[in-house]
């Protein structure tokens, strides 16, 4: 049977989420919000079916409730939630950036029968609001679910087989602490180091308006996420302090450890650590991409003869490799042809340069591709990590 989900804050990803649960699956999406003006917006573009700024007509009836909104106000609700009448087996979830703090917040739930389960999905953006939300933006991203021990499995399958379907992310499971102390390393302290280095120079910048001017790839690059939301942030800050305090001590130790090796003009410390840092950022898995657009390729060379596509596909068609695409690339006067092989699966793509390979045709394929990448997990069921 179709589920009834009410969505509490129709922004950036509570937008995004409802996009999703009303493209892919046959949810009913109810959201609420402040803003009526936003909520309107958000039926006019197909993502909620219905739009109230009232808590208890929005979770009315509700199978899973989402909550999307800044991390304080998921406390609140949290709280709100507590005190109506919510139907029975109704799953609650949130979407919020730290998840210790508002694990221990929701044990009130327990105890009122109401199953909560943690949830972050890992993709965003600096901007927000639901004019921002996209269908897809969690697509191959992490999805982390911060159930409790003892939360019946069943109800962490239900609630993972209705994100998969909708979000087609990679759910993992993992503990709260270890959450907050993860992002906050990955999110957390890099949206502080942004916003620092932004004030930084613009403090420089109101006595000489040639520091924003001249600010090229490195300062923007390094600054996109230094324009996100104030609210958001400060509620992240403060519900992460234990975590950040740790991670901001060790931040200080590294840029007294560039600082010292600078002021003593200590070439060789400076080398090794660009030198390192090059290294570590090289190994960083590839950004998975969308489902439709992640291809790995190869090209080879052939001559430019009837038949040859044929030979090539039935060639790697014997070794079961499945190929996604076969195209001429160029066809030069010298009788030689340039054939493109795409491949969805990372294993297909290695399959293939070593089997055309040897089979005697030149194969030029970049090495590195795929080399950290796991096979996608195709599948409902969160990994626990
Ligand atoms: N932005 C990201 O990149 C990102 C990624 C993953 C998770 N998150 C988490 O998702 C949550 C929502 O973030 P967002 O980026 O969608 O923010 P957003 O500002 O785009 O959306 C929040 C929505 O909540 C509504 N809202 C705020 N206060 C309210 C209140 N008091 N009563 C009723 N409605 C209220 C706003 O009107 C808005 O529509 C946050 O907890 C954040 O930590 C954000
Ligand atoms: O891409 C961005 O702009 C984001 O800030 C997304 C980002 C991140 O830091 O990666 C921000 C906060 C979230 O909780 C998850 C993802």
């Given at each position: 049977m179709p589920e009834r989900v009410a969505i509490l804050g129709v922004g950036l990803i509570g937008g995004s989420l409802a996009l999703d649960l009303k493209e892919r699956t046959g949810a009913e999406v109810i959201g609420y919000d402040r803003s009526g003006e936003d909520l309107h917006f958000a039926e006019a573009i197909g993502a909620i079916d219905e739009g109230k700024t009232d808590l208890e007509q929005a979770v009315k009836d509700a199978d899973i409730i989402i909550i999307a909104l800044p991390v304080e106000k998921i406390k609140q609700t949290i709280d709100s939630l507590c005190q109506l009448p919510l139907r029975r087996g109704c799953i609650v979830t949130d979407v919020g950036s730290t998840k210790s703090e508002i694990v221990e917040r929701a044990r009130k739930l327990k105890e009122r029968g109401i199953t909560f389960i943690g949830g972050h999905p890992m993709a965003g953006s600096h901007r927000s609001g639901i004019k921002a939300a996209r269908s897809l933006?969690?697509?191959?991203a992490y999805y982390v679910l911060t159930p409790e021990p003892d939360i019946p499995v069943s109800d962490v399958q239900r609630l993972s087989r209705l994100l998969y379907l909708a979000t087609r992310a990679e759910l993992v499971i993992m503990d709260p602490v270890h959450h907050d102390r993860i992002v906050g390393a990955i999110s957390h302290l890099p949206h502080i180091i942004a916003a620092g280095l932004v004030n930084q120079v613009g403090d420089y910048n109101e006595s000489n308006e040639w520091f924003h001017r001249l600010a090229a790839g490195g300062f923007r690059d390094l600054t996109r996420?230094?324009?996100?939301h104030p609210i958001m942030w400060r509620d992240i800050l403060l519900s992460n302090r234990t975590q950040l305090i740790r991670l901001l001590d060790d931040w200080i130790a590294q840029m007294s450890d560039f600082r010292k090796a600078v002021a003593e003009r200590d070439a060789e410390r400076i080398e090794f650590l660009f030198d390192r840092s090059r290294k570590l950022r090289r190994q960083l898995p590839d950004k998975k991409k969308g489902i439709l657009s992640r291809m790995y390729e190869c090209y080879i060379d052939v001559p430019?003869?009837?038949g040859v596509i044929g030979k090539v596909a039935t060639l790697l068609g014997n070794e079961n490799i499945n190929l996604s695409n076969i195209g001429v690339m160029e066809n030069r006067e010298d009788s030689q042809g340039v054939l493109r092989l795409a491949f969805k699966q990372v294993k297909d793509f290695r399959n293939a340069v070593v089997c055309l390979r040897k089979a005697g045709y030149t194969v030029f394929a970049d090495?590195?591709?795929?080399?950290e990448e796991h096979e996608r997990?195709?599948?409902?069921t969160p990994q626990t990590v």
């Open positions: 933006l969690f697509e191959n996420i230094g324009a996100s430019d003869k009837p090495e590195e591709e795929g080399r997990h195709q599948d409902f």
